[in-house]
């Protein structure tokens, strides 16, 4: 048997950005202006021990990745893979910390035409986000604190993960013998 991992990306067809901001009138409608992505993936499990030239007889089992995740800990990773993640998780967590700052400041100006070039660039990586967490906490007095929530575990994140002594740091470190 071989496992394969696959992915399956979908876009949903871009609004026509040229509506009138009426068509967006508050925050809580806004995220239906812009485009939604959608990400799944899956394991699947190929028995390479028949010759068959279709591949889809030849599928045993399709399963989340999430339960192939639970059989891998930190302590499987190498340095030279610790190192790779850093590499990608130190900026993604940073851009993603400031992002949220930007959002934090930006819920000071409601007004703000978040459609628009500038501040798009700061709504529209996370307000899909901040959308699912307001209907786990809502804005309390009229103030949402979402992005201060999400603020909190990113840098929270990043701390624990990538930070001087992280966990993947640490295990960057590690003597192979």
Not at 40 to 57: A, C, G, H, K, R
Not at 116 to 130: D, G, M, S
Request: glycine letters at 6%.
């Amino acid at each position: 048997m071989t496992t394969v991992a696959s992915g399956f990306v979908s876009f949903s067809p871009a609004l026509n950005l040229a509506k009138s901001r009426r068509s967006c009138p508050n925050i809580r409608t806004r995220s239906a202006c812009l485009p939604v992505v959608s990400a799944s993936l899956t394991q699947i499990e190929v028995d390479t021990t028949t010759t068959t030239t279709s591949l889809y007889p030849s599928i045993v089992s399709s399963k989340p990745i999430s339960e192939a995740l639970h059989n891998i800990s930190l302590a499987d990773l190498d340095p030279g893979t610790a190192k790779l993640a850093i590499g990608i998780l130190g900026p993604a967590l940073s851009a993603f910390g400031f992002l949220f700052i930007l959002r934090i400041v930006m819920s000071w100006y409601p007004k703000l035409p978040v459609d628009k070039f500038p501040y798009v660039l700061a709504y529209a990586p996370t307000e899909p986000i901040l959308v699912q967490t307001r209907k786990v906490i809502p804005p309390l007095a009229g103030v949402d604190v979402t992005p201060v929530v999400w603020f909190g575990l990113v840098s929270f994140l990043s701390e624990i993960l990538v930070g001087p002594q992280g966990l993947l740091v640490l295990v960057s470190q590690q003597q192979i013998s």
